[in-house]
């Protein structure tokens, strides 16, 4: 490519070469995109397979102990609730509902 002393061109010309680069650069992106569209076409037939429902796991029953590492559900507590958390629960809805 040939040199072009920049300082000696006249605004007209300069303004000329800036559309003429200007047009060459679209040129070139768009058949840089055709390229890479072309490219991904033929990439998307080989594309990730759909996925394939998993298993459901098998959770341990009730009465069997749990393996190491396995998560354990905490019991309920059976033990009687006592009248001070009942009351406390009463306060707090009567709260919400004074609240609203």
Do not use: C, F, W
């Amino acid at each position: 490519m040939a040199k072009i002393d920049l300082n000696t061109l006249s605004i007209e010309e300069l303004a000329a070469l800036r559309d003429e680069a200007t047009d060459k650069l679209a040129e070139k992106v768009a058949a840089r995109q055709a390229e890479l569209e072309a490219e991904l076409e033929k990439l998307s037939l080989y594309g990730k397979p759909a996925k394939k429902p998993q298993a459901p796991t098998a959770k341990p029953r009730k009465d069997e102990p749990a393996k190491v590492g396995e998560k354990v559900d905490e019991p309920i507590s059976k033990e009687p609730i006592s009248k001070e958390h009942v009351s406390k629960e009463h306060v707090s809805k009567e709260h919400v509902s004074k609240a609203a």
